[in-house]
């Protein structure tokens, strides 16, 4: 599984940004999907996740409201909606894809297998 990701960039506070992630093989019932990111100088953090079919998705508490995740199995992308973007929202966004065993999502570093290179994403005040 290789995935992909785009759709960062640089976008001003309280704008909106939509990032992709773009996989190589069908996800569609298989794979649990996540967001994570990581800003500099600190650990990489749980964002969203969604299991296969796309009917649960969580999102971490101080996001809830301001993103949401989805995905398109037809297509084999996962996508990241971010709304009222802060400069705290800066980081590198990573895509994240795990074979699914059962529950709803997935917010564990260890449920992921497969891992995009990242899209920078820059918010300026």
């Known amino acids: 599984v290789h995935l992909v990701e785009s759709g960062g960039g640089l976008v001003q506070a309280g704008g909106s940004l939509k990032l992709s992630c773009a996989s190589s093989v069908s996800i569609s019932g298989i794979y649990a999907m996540g967001w994570y990111r990581q800003a500099p100088g600190k650990e990489r953090e749980f964002v969203a996740a969604?299991?296969?079919?796309?009917?649960?998705?969580g999102v971490v508490a101080f996001l809830k409201g301001r993103f949401k995740i989805s995905r398109d199995n037809s297509k084999k992308t996962l996508y990241l909606q971010m709304n009222t973007v802060s400069p705290e929202d800066t980081a590198v966004y990573y895509c994240?894809?795990?074979?699914?065993?059962?529950?709803?999502?997935?917010?564990?570093?260890?449920?992921?297998?497969?891992w995009g290179q990242g899209t920078q994403v820059t918010v300026t005040s």
């Open positions: 994240a894809a795990g074979r699914y065993f059962g529950g709803t999502y997935y917010s564990s570093e260890s449920d992921y297998d497969y």
């Open positions: 969604v299991n296969p079919s796309g009917a649960d998705t």
